[in-house]
């Protein structure tokens, strides 16, 4: 190893690098080279409380090396601060420290704080791109340990559950999750669930069919004519090349509004994500549904809509980023009576993006934004007179702060805004959302 000796600590039955060198500091002169000697000194001891002062100080004083960066990062997983140790981890790969090794640590981080996808990834590169043998069997049976490995005898838990419940309050209350769009210029409070429960027919988490039920509710204490639910029942079938992971999948929707049936619908989704690099990501997907009303009072948006999403995700300094855009198609029946004609065949353009800051190991705040232009196809016609094609600009923001209560619990807040601009006067409306609530993962 370039960062001279390292050890290897079992920690809880997983295996953490440490790097114990102490050829980079000693270029480094007097107060400054002390406090990263006696912050060694301290590790070694398994003093993690004084170490961890120490390489803070350490780094006050302008120390910026990978030692420094690495080790104190090792203090930080010791003393279960594992956001800490992330950054720490980063920024030791940025200052020079050995690729496989950070990649190695930054997988136990994202282990311990439960993001078992994410240490996938990391566990996967190091396994695949790392020329240390010893290093690449660790990574290896982190990833049996996570379910990865090919022919793995160990037990994949069958069933897993996702559920929100959360208490809203909304000024202007919406069908937002209908083709429908209507609004209400009325406020109310609200109930929010939703339920997914997925089961691995085959194969793990990463190589196999699974199966999903989910169920989705806006419940208004006044204006429950505005209510919403949806169930979906889905297949789906999950498969990796290399570093390439592909999802294929049927799904089909069942959807109401207030206590009437509403639309049907049947979606084919196809999806491949690729690690372009050790932190970056991307995903591209196309969904394409047929929509089969259940109701004659909404015929006119029988038929098809395409969406094509590309989405970035990476990570830099303990935070998460995303950029997406999404080109959506619809060939609908669209809507005609008499001399009455009203367009409901859509293109639109998306963009979002997202930044999650992790604040501590248990806090976390997310920002969040997306622009939507749409453009109907055809214009539409009033009492035999024609007007002008709808066009609609829609912008929207919403800030998430979640609290990690344990394990399976977190506790959420989240505000949202949506502005609607539109050529049709009715079309356009401001709206603000207040929610409160828990999530659980089983």
């Known amino acids: 190893m370039s960062q001279g000796m390292v050890l290897l600590v079992r920690i809880g039955g997983l295996l953490l690098l440490l790097g114990m060198s102490s050829a980079p500091y000693a270029q480094s002169q007097g107060a400054t080279s002390e406090l990263y000697g006696d912050a060694l000194t301290a590790m070694r001891a398994e003093d993690y409380r004084s170490a961890a002062q120490l390489f803070a100080r350490a780094q006050t004083t302008g120390l910026n090396t990978a030692a420094l960066h690495y080790n104190y990062g090792v203090t930080l997983y010791k003393l279960g601060r594992y956001a800490q140790a992330r950054v720490e981890f980063m920024a030791a790969e940025k200052a020079g420290a050995s690729v496989a090794l950070v990649h190695y640590n930054l997988g136990l981080t994202s282990y311990r704080m439960g993001q078992r996808d994410e240490a996938r990834q990391w566990f996967r590169l190091v396994a695949t791109e790392s020329k240390n043998q010893p290093l690449t069997e660790m990574a290896q049976q982190m990833l049996v340990r996570l379910d990865e490995s090919v022919g793995t005898t160990a037990t994949v838990p069958l069933w897993s559950l996702i559920a929100d419940l959360k208490l809203g309050v909304d000024d202007n209350v919406t069908l937002e999750n209908s083709e429908l769009a209507q609004v209400t210029r009325l406020d109310d409070s609200y109930l929010d669930l939703y339920a997914a429960a997925r089961y691995q027919l085959t194969g793990d988490r990463k190589t196999g069919y699974w199966g999903q039920l989910a169920a989705s509710s806006l419940q208004y204490r006044q204006y429950d004519g505005y209510d919403y639910s949806q169930y979906d029942v889905g297949l789906f079938k999950d498969s990796v090349y290399g570093l390439l992971a592909t999802r294929v999948g049927l799904r089909l929707s069942h959807s109401e509004i207030g206590t009437d049936s509403y639309l049907q619908k049947y979606t084919l ?114 009492a035999g007179v024609i007007g002008g094609r709808r066009k609609d600009d829609r ?34 409306y401001q709206r603000n959302q207040y929610l409160l609530g828990l999530q659980g993962n089983f």
């Open 395 to 428: 912008w929207r923001g919403n800030l998430e702060v979640e609290y990690r209560l344990n394990r399976h619990l977190d506790l959420i807040a989240e505000y949202h805004y949506t502005h609607n601009d539109s050529n049709v006067s009715f079309r356009r």
């Open 269 to 382: 989704h196809l999806q491949g994500d690729y690690p372009y690099s050790a932190t970056q990501r991307l995903r591209i997907s196309y969904d394409i549904s047929r929509y089969n009303p259940l109701d004659n009072r909404y015929g006119y948006l029988a038929g098809l809509k395409g969406a094509l999403n590309l989405e970035s995700f990476w990570r830099s300094d303990g935070r998460r980023y995303r950029l997406g855009y999404e080109l959506e198609n619809n060939s609908r029946d669209d809507y005609l009576s008499g001399n009455n004609f009203t367009s409901y065949s859509a293109r639109r353009h998306e963009l979002s993006a997202s930044l999650t800051q992790m604040i501590t190991a248990d806090w976390q705040l997310t920002l969040g934004s997306d622009y939507r232009q749409s453009y109907y196809n055809d214009a539409d016609v009033i």
